[in-house]
């Protein structure tokens, strides 16, 4: 039976690195605790879902000055000491753009018979419930996306890859996930699209995050 990995895409949340679109909103340091806390939520959410894998595929390289391309712990201070949980396993994105550092965790994983959801920390919608329904999505579709109200997506699940995906995309436009299901359609698989979802980029997105975290 097929297994499904979720991979999370993730930057590190250092302060001028991580959800630097929400500074001038929020300062440096605000916006890399919140990007910790979207770490944190979307780590948490992903093991809950209780799917076959979780693989926090990270940069900067979390194995920074060693020979290994995933291990089940960090060896880069950076990583360390953000309490993330165990039982992840850990991977770097490597160089390129980001539908090159994509497009090489899909490649991998699909090479190896798995089905592959792709999600980043930027939305705290995508539930144990949402990413469940992504993966029995799998077992009948060759893929399922879920658009962010942005013209994104929060979530790619993909059974076989195809570098058409993810060469050429105008990331961070509001034409992603519109081009991502065009592309899909040339290829002709079947795709499910789920409800669509509001990403944590901008400002005016600090609305969307969960009322408990106190951004609203």
């Known amino acids: 039976m097929t297994t499904t990995r979720i991979v999370i895409i993730a930057k590190a949340p250092i302060a001028g690195f991580a959800k630097t679109r929400l500074i001038p909103a929020l300062g440096a340091k605000a916006a890399a605790e919140l990007a910790k806390r979207l770490l944190l ?14 693989e926090l595929c990270a940069t900067p390289d979390p194995f920074e000055g060693t020979c290994t391309s995933t291990a089940e712990s960090p060896t880069e201070s950076v990583w360390q000491n953000l309490g993330l949980p165990k039982g992840i396993e850990w ?8 539908g090159e550092r994509m497009a090489r965790a899909a490649l991998r994983c699909t090479n190896r018979s798995e089905s592959i959801l792709l999600i980043g920390t930027d939305c705290p919608a995508l539930t ?35 570098a058409s995906l993810f ?6 436009t509001d034409r992603v996930a519109t081009l991502t299901l065009s592309r ?13 979802q509001h990403d944590i980029d901008e400002p005016a997105d600090l609305q969307w995050l969960p009322a408990p975290w106190g951004y609203r």
């Open 167 to 172: 060469d050429g995309m105008p990331w961070s």
């Open 91 to 98: 991977s770097s994105q490597g160089e390129g753009d980001l």
């Open 128 to 162: 144990v419930a949402v990413m469940q329904s992504a993966a029995q999505a799998l077992l009948e579709h060759d893929a399922v996306i879920v658009p962010t109200h942005d013209g994104g997506y929060a979530l790619l699940g993909l059974n076989q890859f195809d």
């Open 184 to 196: 899909m359609e040339s290829l002709g698989w079947h795709v499910k699209t789920l409800a669509t």
């Open 41 to 54: 939520h979307t780590v948490a959410t992903a093991l809950e879902s209780k799917l076959n894998s979780v």
